[in-house]
């Protein structure tokens, strides 16, 4: 959105990713290791599941 505001495009007219995100078991290390590096360290799974703009919505393989 950021870029899109930058270059002077209508981040309206931007395509949005509905995403899955599934995480590690929150046990206490994984909540250390969460606060210690990054949302990303947490992370087991993630996918787009769905694209919407840019004249059409469509599903990734897989879903």
Do not use: W
Not at 14 to 22: A, G, M, T
């Amino acid at each position: 959105m950021r870029a899109d505001l930058l270059a002077g495009r209508d981040p309206d007219d931007s395509p949005l990713c509905l995403e899955r995100i599934e995480t590690v078991p929150m046990t206490a290390a994984a909540i250390m290791v969460l606060l210690n590096d990054s949302f990303a360290a947490i992370i087991k799974e993630y996918a787009v599941i769905e694209t919407i703009g840019e004249g059409s919505s469509h599903l990734q393989p897989g879903t």
